[in-house]
């Protein structure tokens, strides 16, 4: 099934297969997704080709300056037919919502948000009401256009699973991309390929996938590293460490096994981490959260089986 949905991906994605691989390992691991880059790499097409190889409820919302919380969750309204009060249930009742342009929304939106990504549920009226499941957040953002934009605080952040980057394509996958759309929309043609207790069958699953206490060491190894690093003011929270180790064992079962290996923990690292450190004044100016991801990784001694 899960291959079935990297190949549905993949028929309008060109050369996205590790961009792929984390959508869906972010789907497994019950987690939010933040596409970041500049404009017109395919972030919302990215975005739409997930959505619709799920058999689940879809919603859209391109967040503006003037979008207000009640937008996005809904509101309690008097009735005057009635003489009652009244909920009206905002988008986020969805199984996938993608938020276009986050940073756009102002703060008191997206505080609107962190209630919804981390409990799943929202509560309008003193009552509270649950999200379907699974429900996933994927939201884009342009993190070199800073015209118009609110940046993420650091709670909200911390709330995203992943943080995805797809780059520019090389020409020659260019050049396929243009032949691909030349005389039609593969968009158009893309259906779903699994289901709603599908995916909650899988997820289960995922549960069971073997976490060692040499890896538990290796993980726990490299989140200490960014709470002591020289040039990071805040490290990985707790709720960082958890999110890791869901993704790991989604990871491992994605490639078939029941058990995780140091490569998870490696392949993972980047884009899991990286946007949940803040640098102080000095990282700003002499490196960057990457950098001091990877420095990490080469510092923290790798476990290896022991005859």
Same mark, same amino acid.
């Given at each position: 099934?899960?291959?079935?949905?990297?190949?549905?991906?993949?028929?309008?994605?060109?050369?996205k297969?590790?961009?792929?691989?984390?959508?869906?390992?972010?789907?497994?691991?019950?987690?939010?997704?933040?596409?970041?880059?500049?404009?017109?790499?395919?972030?919302?097409?990215?975005?739409?080709?997930?959505?619709?190889?799920?058999?689940?409820?879809?919603?859209?919302?391109?967040?503006?300056p003037?979008?207000?919380?009640?937008?996005?969750?809904g509101?309690?309204?008097?009735?005057?037919k009635t003489s009652?009060?009244k909920?009206?249930?905002?988008?986020?009742?969805?199984? #996938?919502?993608? =938020? @276009? /342009? &986050?940073n756009?929304?102002?703060?008191r939106?997206?505080?609107? $948000?962190?209630?919804?990504?981390? *409990?799943?549920?929202v509560?309008?009226?003193?009552?509270?009401?649950?999200?379907?499941?699974?429900f996933c957040?994927?939201?884009?953002?342009?993190?070199?256009?800073?015209?118009?934009?609110?940046?993420?605080?650091?709670?909200?952040?911390?709330r995203?699973?992943?943080?995805i980057?797809?780059?520019?394509?090389?020409?020659?996958?260019?050049?396929?991309?243009?032949?691909?759309?030349r005389?039609?929309n593969?968009?158009?043609?893309?259906?779903? #390929?699994i289901? =709603? @207790? /599908? &995916?909650?069958?899988?997820?289960q699953?995922v549960?069971?996938? $073997?976490?060692?206490?040499?890896? *538990?060491?290796y993980?726990m190894g490299?989140?200490?590293?960014?709470?002591?690093?020289?040039?990071?003011?805040?490290g990985?929270?707790?709720?960082?460490?958890?999110a890791?180790?869901?993704?790991?064992?989604?990871?491992?079962f994605?490639?078939?096994?029941?058990?995780?290996t140091?490569?998870?923990?490696?392949?993972?690292?980047?884009?899991?981490l990286?946007?949940?450190?803040?640098?102080?004044?000095?990282?700003e100016?002499k490196?960057s959260?990457?950098?001091?991801i990877? /420095? &990490?990784?080469?510092?923290?001694?790798v476990?290896?089986?022991?005859?």
């Open positions: 099934m899960l291959q079935s949905m990297k190949e549905n991906i993949a028929k309008v994605m060109i050369d297969e590790k961009e792929i691989e984390l959508m869906i390992i972010a789907l497994l691991s019950d987690g939010h997704i933040l596409l970041e880059d500049v404009p017109g790499t395919g972030k919302t097409t990215m975005a739409k080709c997930f959505s619709k190889s799920i058999d689940g409820s879809f919603n859209r919302l391109q967040f503006t003037d979008t207000l919380p009640s937008d996005i969750v509101q309690e309204y008097f009735d005057v009652d009060f909920v009206r249930k905002g988008p986020v009742f969805n199984n #996938v919502l993608l =938020i @276009d /342009e &986050i756009r929304a102002v703060p939106t997206q505080s609107a $948000l962190l209630e919804l990504m981390e *409990e799943k549920h509560t309008l009226g003193g009552t509270t009401y649950h999200l379907p499941k699974p957040v994927i939201a884009t953002q342009n993190p070199y256009d800073s015209i118009g934009t609110f940046p993420l605080p650091d709670a909200q952040l911390d995203f699973l992943l943080t980057r797809q780059g520019y394509p090389t020409p020659e996958k260019e050049k396929m991309m243009l032949r691909r759309f005389s039609s593969p968009l158009e043609i893309i259906e779903s #390929v289901s =709603i @207790d /599908e &995916i909650l069958q899988l997820k699953s549960k069971d996938v $073997l976490v060692s206490e040499a890896i *538990e060491d993980m490299i989140v200490q590293k960014t709470r002591l690093h020289q040039y990071v003011d805040v990985v929270s707790p709720r960082g460490s958890l890791y180790m869901r993704a790991i064992q989604s990871r491992a994605l490639y078939g096994r029941d058990f995780s140091p490569e998870d923990v490696k392949e993972l690292a980047l884009p899991l990286a946007h949940r450190i803040s640098l102080n004044v000095e990282g100016v490196t959260k990457e950098a001091i990877h /420095e &990490i990784l080469d510092l923290v001694p476990p290896v089986e022991t005859p």
